[in-house]
């Protein structure tokens, strides 16, 4: 008995060794600091300029909108890009630019290297509507485009109108000090990215891939700069998505024969298509603490505070643990897996007819390293009653999970580089998008894809997003508008 106890104190010394030594001898993720960006920006102007871009109610409508909304729309397009035009006349004047589709801006600003691949910045001009009965709870009017409180107030200050001014007024600085690119750089701004993009950046996508462009990398919105989000890592933590989710809504249906409500039978279409929903809920598909997540677990490990640091850089001896913990949490479950949210529940007409037909819509955003083929596998297997009917939902087609970016890549590396000039005091992690962007539709001809949008944002800020009260910073949005334009500038080194 004590040469086996002898033997688990020599293992268990082992590892304690093994996880100390890794902890201070694994380097960090971390790039070496660049000297401050010299990039100036007028702060107060750039808040002028953003704020001025809000009033134009670009709303995307689910469903197209009625003819009146569409109609309306249409205008505020109009007025938008005559204001950007006015706003910017040195980027219409010096850049060659088109307009695709309806209402989607081109911007191509030729470098002086044809040997050199393209980059290309992306965002969108349309914003989501305000949620009917909200509007009293806005502290300033959600279209007025404020300036109050050292803050930028109104829909699109945080999606995405803040990417597509913030990059035009990058571009505009950097005209007005005569700088020429080495390397080519696209501004592609879409008009439909908050219903999928279709009419949009899928139509620039294919653009450039019939002229022959093939695009070294592309930034377009995402992940932000964190404070007080990541436990263990004071300092603010810049998530840069490098992998997104996939797209999937399932419809579970069931088809009984109806009848009155006095004779029920003993099973019901409802109770049926119940338990198929709670048995998609309670048996979730497989985490996968190895991949994004193990990623960015690795990128804050240098800046993770003890005990955290030895956790994140022994990932071979605690990921259990760290999956039991991210499993936890709505928000950090969906960074581990593939999630299934049941949104919508249909049955019945009359509160004393038995419905003949019960339906429900799964909504599955699906993590890199499943498909659509395995989730819907997946439902079927744990619903296991060949009663209950799968299909996709029309009108929105699913999208599989992108290919993952490296974080190893250059371009990734320019990005964090690019960060130290700006945000000196920000952590870089690669992460998993869980949201949807309109990256996909350049996949076809890029390998680099990062989704980040470099401002500042606590917890609270995340609510704002598409809810009430958006803003954003005067100082926080020059900050973004000088990492545009030094990231710019150091494309072309």
Aim: glycine share 8%; proline share 7%.
């Amino acid at each position: 008995m004590k040469r086996v106890l002898k033997l688990i104190g020599l293992v268990l010394l082992v590892l304690a060794i093994v996880v100390i030594a890794r902890t201070f001898l694994v380097p960090s993720k971390q790039v070496a600091a660049l000297q401050p960006s010299a990039v100036r920006i007028d702060p107060q102007k750039a808040a002028r300029d953003l704020s001025g871009a809000i009033p134009f109610q670009t709303i995307s409508w689910e469903e197209g909108g009625t003819s009146e909304q569409k109609t309306a729309t249409q205008q505020a397009f109009v007025g938008f890009h005559t204001y950007l035009e006015k706003t910017f006349p040195q980027v219409y004047k010096k850049l060659p630019h088109e307009t695709v589709g309806a209402n989607n801006l081109l911007f191509t600003w030729q470098g002086s290297n044809s040997a050199l691949k393209p980059m290309l910045l992306m965002g969108h001009q349309d914003v989501v509507p305000i949620e009917s009965g909200t509007e009293q709870k806005w502290i300033h009017p959600p279209f007025s485009g404020a300036i109050a409180e050292d803050m930028i107030w109104g829909r699109g200050t945080m999606d995405d109108k803040v990417t597509v001014v913030g990059v035009l007024e990058a571009a505009d600085a950097l005209l007005a000090e005569n700088f020429q690119p080495k390397r080519t750089v696209y501004l592609a701004f879409g008009q439909d990215e908050e219903i999928g993009g279709l009419q949009g950046a899928a139509l620039m996508g294919q653009l450039l891939k019939a002229r022959g462009v093939e695009i070294e990398f592309l930034q377009d919105e995402g992940g932000l700069i964190t404070k007080g989000m990541v436990p263990g890592v004071s300092p603010p933590v810049a998530v840069i998505g490098t992998s997104e989710k996939g797209y999937l809504s399932l419809v579970l249906s069931v088809d009984m024969e109806g009848g009155h409500s006095s004779m029920p039978p003993k099973e019901s279409s409802i109770g049926i298509l119940s338990e198929a929903v709670h048995r998609v809920e309670t048996n979730p598909m497989a985490p996968h603490v190895h991949g994004p997540v193990g990623q960015f677990l690795d990128y804050a490990a240098g800046s993770a505070s003890f005990p955290l640091n030895s956790v994140f850089k022994n990932m071979w001896l605690f990921a259990p643990i760290v999956q039991r913990v991210l499993a936890s949490s709505p928000d950090t479950n969906a960074l581990l897996r593939t999630t299934a949210a049941p949104t919508i529940f249909r049955a019945g007409a009359k509160d004393n007819i038995m419905p003949s037909r019960a339906e429900a819509v799964v909504n599955f955003r699906i993590l890199p390293g499943d498909t659509i083929a395995s989730v819907t596998e997946h439902v079927r297997e744990v619903v296991h009653d060949p009663r209950i009917k799968l299909e996709p939902i029309s009108g929105e087609p699913p999208s599989e999970p992108s290919k993952q970016s490296s974080p190893e890549s250059p371009n990734f590396k320019r990005l964090q580089r690019t960060l130290t000039q700006v945000y000196p005091e920000a952590v870089s992690v690669p992460f998993v998008y869980i949201a949807a962007s309109d990256t996909k539709h350049y996949a076809p001809i890029t390998r680099d894809v990062y989704r980040f949008l470099p401002i500042l944002a606590e917890t609270a800020d995340l609510e704002r997003i598409h809810g009430t009260n958006e803003r954003i910073g005067v100082e926080n949005f020059a900050r973004a508008v000088q990492y545009y334009a030094q990231l710019i500038r150091n494309a072309s080194e």
